[in-house]
């Protein structure tokens, strides 16, 4: 099955303890990204990977890190997490890449989400 | 930079009542435009997706139209049901100047009331 796995689903943790949060996709797909969820702010991109080694950073950055040293992972790192990054995060993963051009089918896949609370 | 924008920002109908969702993005260079559902806490569920070169797509009593020179996108729900109750996310993803960015709108929030 087709899918998009994050764990933790659910995170409480202290200000400043390092935590890793990751995303693993079985679809050979090369882009995947982070999302932050915000009532009243939607869904903001945080980092996004458009293959092994390339990364760049989305609309909120700040606070967060991300590697992708193999495909089908892509770990969120929080290396001192404060109370303004409890949210709602998901995963995503696609087809679309710099090299997937033409394209055919670039449906965005999501993770279930981990919901994070910073104390 | 793409903006994403949906109207309204809630609606709340009886039950069997078709709808119309809005969603309106400012640059036509994207690959596909893809509409999600999401309830409460939970993660988001694909709805539909449509292909640039696509103008339109139905599931079931969903149908989703594009037209991407005007830069809008219409989801259609027929006969709608109290289980259609959440919220309704149109992304884009998009090809133009930021290349691989998926930018969402802001949602809206459906009630179907028996």
């Known amino acids: 099955e087709a899918q998009v796995t994050q764990n933790p689903r659910y995170l409480i943790t202290v200000t400043g303890k390092k935590l890793t949060v990751t995303c693993s996709q079985n679809?050979?797909?090369?882009?995947m990204s982070w999302y932050r969820q915000d009532p009243g702010l939607g869904l903001r991109q945080i980092y996004y990977?458009?293959?092994?080694?390339?990364?760049d950073k989305g609309d909120v950055p700040e606070g967060y890190k991300v590697s992708r040293k193999e495909k089908r992972n892509f770990p969120l790192i929080l290396e001192s997490p404060s109370p303004n990054q409890t949210s709602l995060y998901f995963c995503?993963?696609?087809?679309?890449?710099?090299?997937?051009?033409?394209?055919?089918?670039?449906?965005?896949?999501f993770g279930q989400g981990t919901r994070l609370t910073v104390v | 930079k793409q903006e994403v924008t949906q109207i309204p920002a809630a609606l709340s109908v009886p039950e069997g009542e078709n709808l119309v969702l809005n969603c309106s993005f400012t640059?036509?260079?994207?690959?596909?435009l893809q509409w999600f559902r999401q309830d409460p806490g939970k993660g988001l569920t694909s709805l539909l997706l449509?292909?640039?070169?696509?103008r339109e797509q139905t599931s079931g009593r969903l149908n989703a139209s594009l037209d991407k020179s005007s830069g809008r996108s219409t989801l259609y729900i027929a006969a709608s049901q109290p289980g259609d109750s959440a919220t309704y996310l149109c992304?884009?993803?998009?090809?133009?100047?930021?290349?691989?960015?998926?930018?969402f709108g802001r949602g809206t929030q459906l009630t179907v009331w028996p």
């Open positions: 995503a993963s696609s087809f679309v890449g710099r090299s997937a051009l033409p394209l055919s089918n670039t449906e965005a896949f």
């Open positions: 679809m050979n797909h090369e882009y």
């Open positions: 990977s458009m293959n092994v080694e390339v990364t």
């Open positions: 640059d036509s260079a994207i690959y596909n």
């Open positions: 449509i292909q640039s070169s696509q």
């Open positions: 992304a884009v993803f998009d090809r133009g100047s930021t290349l691989g960015r998926l930018y």
